[in-house]
């Protein structure tokens, strides 16, 4: 056990990987030990009333996004429609804070895995396929994250622009989630 854990903020969270036709995503347990694929939601108008509902299904304390800046690390049109994509979902799932993390090379990264483990290649479709992808990607940098808060003690990332800090308690359906 890290000797930072007890500054480990305890609770489930859910990863996000936001793409133009689909959005990955995995959910964590409620120790942030483990992340692990929950669906692939398809973009577009319904995107945010399914994320919202993940979120309270699995009454988690924060969503994380991806963040996809350039390899320099400055944001580029990618990012840019993330924050944007990032602010809506904030404004849909308020009081649960939204927070953007740096995703560099996730989705490239789930590919290469699943490509090794040859999940990715027998049996799949190329659209079958491309979710899986989504949701390891999602998996990457909500577990990348996890790994960040346990090792340093403090919250990845930055917190989408307009939303306070996570409060120290979460309301998910009348009762309070720590």
Known sequence: MSPLHGSFRRGARLGV?????RIGVAV???DGVLATPVETV?????ALGQLAALADEHEVI??????PRSLSGSDGPAATKARAFGAL???RVAPIPVR????????VSAQRALREAALGERGRTGA???KVVDQAAAVIILQTALD????SGAAPGEIVAGQAAAPPAVQHRNREVW
């Open 62 to 67: 924060e969503v994380v996004l991806g963040l």
């Open 17 to 21: 990987d936001v793409g133009d036709v």
């Open 100 to 107: 953007l993390v740096d995703e560099r090379m996730s989705t």
């Open 42 to 46: 398809a973009a577009g108008a319904r």
């Open 148 to 151: 960040a808060e346990r090792t």
């Open 89 to 91: 979902l904030a404004a």
């Open 28 to 30: 964590s347990d409620r």
């Open 128 to 130: 079958k396929r491309r």
